[in-house]
């Protein structure tokens, strides 16, 4: 077999098992570590697809930032011990037909489908790296960009402003 | 511009061999398991893990689209994807925080002020 082939498949399946288990693993920390290892999973898939510029900020923003935060939190909160009580049989029944009616929807929709293959003729290959993607961003995209930073800047401060005590709270 | 750049371009492999819709599918399985984590899980923090990876896996149908059609735009739209996701992420676990200093839990199901 193909060594490609056969690294697309081995990370399509341990992503999809590392996912399952962010959702099936009792514990909160487990859960944060095995969507770390997601995330390392789908780093390898966009470097499979010749986008190393969001390789990159996948492993420093996602991995990096957002789940150091997470871990931060859990621990700051103490909630190693998972002591929650399963939901109703039913509503785990129910959520499990929808989630599975909704992937065989999908499925069934994407069989009757055509979809273009690609263009070999027009192909660049130097679309995901940093130089193109810059230009594109720079160029066409320079008002998001921008309005991304003020985006940042409103949700720094709501972080501070609901982290702050307040004076008629309940304190612990 | 070189004579190299006159010829063929380089392909990757993976887009040579493996045709979109495997990629469509895992990207819809992953989005899926994100469902079945919000709608099962009662912990609020586990079900905000769950919202990651839906985002995750319209990043990378995002990203596939883009790559096999050579279009740069789509990686631009993961780009901004990632950066409201991080926004998202500080005020929704600051919130988690604010919620689990008044009430001693993260329990989803204690909530329910207003359910009805």
Redesign the interface.
């Known amino acids: 077999m193909n060594p490609t082939l056969s690294i697309f498949y081995f990370l399509s399946f341990l992503t999809v098992l590392s996912a399952l288990m962010v959702v099936f693993s009792r514990s909160p920390i487990h859960s944060v570590l095995y969507l770390i290892l997601t995330f390392f999973c789908l780093t390898g898939h966009y470097i499979l697809l010749n986008a190393q510029f969001l390789a990159a900020v996948n492993i420093i923003v996602y991995a990096g930032a957002i789940m150091v935060l997470f871990l931060f939190v859990i621990m700051f909160l103490n909630m190693k011990k998972e002591d929650e009580e399963a939901k109703t049989n039913l509503t785990k029944i129910a959520a499990m037909i929808v989630a599975g009616t909704l992937f065989v929807i999908l499925f069934g929709a994407y069989r009757k489908s055509i979809i273009g293959a690609y263009n070999p003729y027009e192909y660049n290959s130097q679309v995901g790296m940093v130089e193109s993607l810059g230009a594109v961003l720079f160029r066409d995209y320079l008002l998001p960009f921008e309005l991304a930073s003020v985006l940042f800047l409103i949700a720094m401060t709501g972080a501070v402003m609901l982290g702050r005590r307040e004076v008629g709270e309940r304190h612990f | 511009m070189e004579p190299s750049m006159l010829q ?8 040579q ?6 990629y ?3 990207s ?3 989005f ?6 919000v ?5 609020a ?2 079900i ?3 919202i ?2 839906m985002l ?1 896996a319209a ?2 149908l995002l ?2 689209f ?8 789509g ?2 739209f ?3 994807i ?10 929704g ?6 919620i ?3 009430t ?1 839990t ?2 989803v ?1 204690f909530l329910n002020k207003l359910k009805w």
């Open positions: 063929m371009p380089a392909i990757p492999e993976i887009i061999l493996i045709p979109l819709k495997n469509l599918i895992l819809t399985a992953l899926v398991i994100g469902i079945i984590g709608l099962t899980r009662r912990n923090i586990v905000f893990m769950s990651e990876l995750n990043n990378l990203i596939a883009s790559s096999y059609k050579s279009d740069p735009a990686q631009v993961v780009f901004f990632m950066a409201v996701a991080a926004a998202e992420v500080a005020v676990l600051a919130i988690i925080v604010m689990y200093r008044n001693r993260t329990d199901g």
